[in-house]
């Protein structure tokens, strides 16, 4: 199912009448959005997702933040909050509804498909493509992020790659610096590509203090990803969504917004 399906059609046609397709949405290229994925959970999809709402929001557009899917959630002043999202929410300038921005909020910290089933919740496609339109309709710029790695399981027959697949959008890829970061983040790019989606930036983020060989490690994968790295991440003593963005360059994605004049 993608954002062309004829029952994806139909719930949209239910959404509030002022609520339309953004142009990224439906493929036109007036717009900045893409997917962020990783090569494994805990890697710095988060950190370098509100890193590029940090870095739109400086150039003077409406930027929001999507995790369609967060498991570890507590509750807080009556309503569920996910670290993750919250960074989210903190780092872009658009406020939406939780229940958009996150419509599969989830409490036990497992593996989604676990989580989901403990609650008695099936995790399913259509509410996310029609969430992420809504968004994509308020704003100028959707950052979504994945959960896990690129293939983890939602529901029976669905995984985060099928929805990379169905929001059909351009994909960076953050890549955990650490001891077998080549192969896994080859693997997951032939991953993204047999979905026919494109890889357009990877992010080296530095897991460890002092990894050996970081550097060749890094030269190794330059040599090997189709798409230009757009920056290295330290080790940060305190990690945010700015010190992060200082350390990368987003300029180079495609449209990739220009700086507004009054900002």
């Given at each position: 199912?993608?954002?062309?399906?004829?029952?994806?059609?139909?719930?949209?046609?239910?959404?509030?009448?002022?609520?339309?397709?953004?142009?990224?949405?439906?493929?036109?290229?007036?717009?900045?959005?893409?997917f962020?994925?990783?090569?494994?959970?805990?890697?710095?999809?988060?950190l370098?997702?509100?890193?590029?709402?940090?870095?739109?929001?400086?150039?003077g557009v409406?930027?929001?933040?999507?995790?369609?899917?967060?498991?570890?959630?507590?509750?807080?002043?009556?309503?569920?909050?996910?670290?993750d999202?919250d960074?989210?929410?903190?780092?872009?300038?658009v406020?939406?509804?939780?229940?958009?921005?996150?419509?599969?909020?989830?409490?036990?910290?497992?593996?989604?498909?676990?989580?989901?089933?403990?609650?008695?919740?099936?995790?399913?496609s259509?509410?996310?493509?029609?969430?992420?339109?809504?968004i994509?309709?308020a704003?100028?710029?959707?950052?979504?992020?994945?959960?896990?790695?690129?293939?983890?399981?939602?529901?029976?027959?669905?995984?985060?790659?099928?929805?990379?697949?169905?929001?059909?959008?351009?994909?960076?890829?953050?890549?955990g610096?650490?001891?077998?970061?080549?192969?896994?983040?080859?693997?997951?790019?032939?991953?993204?590509?047999?979905?026919?989606?494109?890889?357009?930036?990877?992010?080296?983020?530095?897991?460890?203090?002092?990894?050996?060989?970081?550097?060749?490690?890094?030269?190794?994968?330059?040599?090997?990803?189709?798409?230009?790295?757009?920056?290295?991440?330290?080790?940060?003593?305190?990690?945010?969504?700015?010190?992060a963005?200082?350390?990368?360059?987003?300029?180079?994605?495609?449209?990739?917004?220009?700086?507004?004049?009054?900002?």
């Open positions: 199912m993608s954002l062309d399906d004829p029952i994806v059609a139909e719930v949209l046609a239910d959404l509030a009448p002022a609520v339309q397709p953004a142009p990224a949405a439906i493929g036109l290229p007036s717009r900045f959005a893409c962020v994925t990783g090569t494994d959970t805990e890697i710095g999809k988060t370098t997702s509100s890193a590029l709402l940090h870095a739109l929001v400086a150039r409406r930027a929001c933040g999507m995790k369609p899917v967060a498991a570890g959630a507590e509750m807080r002043d009556g309503e569920l909050h996910n670290e999202a960074s989210l929410i903190a780092a872009g300038n406020t939406m509804l939780r229940s958009l921005t996150t419509p599969y909020m989830l409490k036990e910290p497992a593996a989604p498909h676990i989580a989901a089933a403990l609650e008695g919740v099936s995790i399913e259509v509410p996310i493509l029609a969430a992420y339109l809504e994509a309709a704003s100028d710029a959707v950052v979504v992020e994945g959960v896990g790695g690129f293939r983890v399981p939602l529901s029976p027959g669905f995984d985060s790659a099928d929805l990379a697949q169905q929001l059909d959008l351009p994909v960076i890829l953050v890549v610096m650490r001891l077998g970061c080549i192969n896994q983040a080859l693997l997951t790019v032939e991953a993204i590509e047999a979905r026919g989606l494109t890889v357009i930036g990877w992010v080296a983020n530095t897991l460890e203090v002092e990894m050996r060989f970081l550097d060749e490690n890094i030269d190794a994968l330059i040599e090997r990803i189709p798409a230009p790295l757009l920056g290295r991440v330290p080790r940060l003593a305190q990690p945010s969504a700015e010190a963005a200082a350390y990368l360059d987003f300029t180079g994605l495609p449209n990739w917004p220009a700086q507004h004049p009054n900002t």
